[in-house]
Antibody
C-alpha cells in the first residue's frame, strides 16, 4: 500500500513563507488526486486544498485561498503545499491525504494519510 | 459551504457497549459521507465511505447509515481499541468539510 511522508514543517515567523512536501512510496501516485488537511493541536480537521492527478485542476478552501498553492511533481512522486504570508493561526499539523479518484469533480474519500508535519508560526 | 455537525462532542461508554454517533449536513450530500477514526498523535484512518460502506480491514462491529442530511456511525460492541476521536466528512461538490469530532472516552 502506498505510504506518504510529509516534510518541510518547522518554526517560521509571521509573514514568511514555507513549502511543505509529501513524498509517496509508489509511482501510482500519478493516478490519484491528493489533498492537504490541517489540524490545530487539540482541535479538529480542516480541509485545505485538492489537486487532480495531472496537476491541471486545483481547488482551495475559502479560508486560505490566495495564500496557499498546491502543486505536484509526478516524476518525483511528490506533492507540495506552498504557504505565503503565514499567520499565527496557521500553526497546525499538516497532513497530505490520497483520494482514490483522479479528477477533482469525482467524489472520493481520503483513504491514505501521511503522519503530518508540524508548522509553528511565531515571532 | 456545507457545514457538518456531529453529536455528541464527547461520549463516555464501556467496553461491550453499543454506541452511535450522529452527523448532520447543512444541505443534502446524497450519501457522499465518510467516517474517520483518529487516535492521539496519529493520522486519521478511514472507516466508512459512501455512508455505509466499510473500508477494507475495518472490523464489522462498525456500521454506517443515512443519506441526504442525517447520518450515523454505530459501533455494535465497543472494544478497548475503539476509544478515539471520530470525524464525519462530506466529499460532495468540490467541498470536503469535516464535523467537529466526537471523542469516545472510557467510562
Amino acid at each position: 500500500q502506498m505510504e506518504l511522508v510529509e516534510s518541510g514543517g518547522g518554526v517560521v515567523q509571521p509573514g514568511r513563507s514555507l513549502k511543505l512536501s509529501c513524498a509517496a512510496s509508489e509511482s501510482t501516485f500519478r493516478s490519484y488526486a491528493f489533498h492537504w488537511v490541517r489540524q490545530v493541536p487539540g482541535k479538529g480537521l480542516e480541509w485545505m486544498a485538492i489537486i487532480s492527478h495531472d496537476g491541471r485542476d486545483k481547488y482551495y478552501a475559502d479560508t486560505v485561498k490566495g495564500r496557499l498553492t498546491i502543486s505536484r511533481d509526478n516524476s518525483k512522486n511528490t506533492l507540495f503545499l506552498q504557504m505565503t504570508n503565514l499567520r499565527p493561526e496557521d500553526t497546525a499539523l499538516y497532513f497530505c491525504a490520497r483520494t482514490w479518484v483522479a479528477a477533482i469533480g469525482t467524489p472520493g474519500a481520503f483513504d491514505i494519510w501521511g503522519q503530518g508535519t508540524l508548522v509553528s508560526v511565531s515571532s | 459551504d456545507i457545514q457538518m455537525t456531529q453529536s455528541p462532542s464527547t461520549l463516555s461508554a464501556s467496553v461491550g457497549d453499543r454506541v452511535t454517533i450522529t452527523c448532520r449536513a447543512s444541505q443534502s450530500i446524497d450519501n457522499w459521507l465518510a467516517w474517520y477514526q483518529q487516535k492521539p498523535g496519529k493520522a486519521p484512518k478511514l472507516l466508512m465511505y459512501k455512508a455505509s460502506h466499510l473500508e477494507n480491514g475495518v472490523p464489522s462491529r462498525f456500521s454506517g447509515s443515512g443519506s441526504g442530511t442525517e447520518f450515523a456511525l454505530t459501533i455494535s460492541s465497543l472494544q478497548p481499541d475503539d476509544f478515539a476521536t471520530y470525524y464525519c466528512q462530506h466529499y460532495y461538490s468540490y467541498s470536503y468539510s469535516f464535523g467537529q469530532g466526537t471523542k469516545l472516552e472510557i467510562k
